[in-house]
C-alpha cells in the first residue's frame, strides 16, 4: 500500500485569495520531491473566478461521486488538472457537462 499525501484547500494559484495560493504553488512539489511521497491538492473548481476559468479547456473528468447531503444526494464531479497534481471538485449539473467531461 502506497502513501499519498492531500493538501486540501480553498486557494490555489489560480484561485489565489492570499498567502495560500504562494505556498500551495510549492509545497506539495517540494515534499514529494524531499519525502518521495506522491501529493495531490484538492480544491473547488472557482466557476467565478477568472484564473480558474482560464484553465477550464485542461481540465479532465476523473470522476464522479455522490455525497449525501440533507435527505437528497449531491453529484459532484472530480476534475483533474495538471497531470493530477489538482483535483477540482464541481458539483455535477444537470443538463450540461461540467468543465472538463467532454475531454474523458
Same mark, same amino acid.
Given at each position: 500500500?502506497?502513501?499519498? #499525501?492531500? *493538501?486540501v484547500t &480553498?486557494?490555489? =494559484?489560480f484561485a489565489p485569495c492570499g498567502g495560500i @495560493? @504562494?505556498? #500551495?504553488?510549492? +509545497? =506539495? %512539489? !517540494? +515534499?514529494q520531491k $524531499? $519525502?518521495?511521497v506522491d501529493t495531490t491538492v484538492i480544491? =473547488? *473548481?472557482?466557476?467565478?473566478?477568472e484564473k480558474t476559468i482560464s484553465i477550464e479547456p485542461h481540465l479532465k473528468h476523473k470522476a464522479q461521486i455522490h455525497v449525501p447531503f440533507g435527505r437528497e444526494e449531491v453529484a459532484i464531479d472530480i476534475l483533474t &488538472?495538471? %497531470?493530477?497534481? &489538482? !483535483?477540482? #471538485?464541481? =458539483?455535477?449539473?444537470?443538463?450540461r457537462p461540467a468543465p472538463g467531461h467532454l475531454s474523458t
Open positions: 500500500m502506497s502513501s499519498k #499525501i492531500a *493538501f &480553498y486557494e490555489t =494559484p @495560493a @504562494a505556498m #500551495i504553488r510549492h +509545497l =506539495p %512539489d !517540494q +515534499l $524531499s $519525502s518521495g480544491t =473547488p *473548481f472557482h466557476h467565478n473566478i &488538472y495538471n %497531470d493530477d497534481k &489538482y !483535483q477540482c #471538485i464541481h =458539483p455535477a449539473t444537470a443538463g
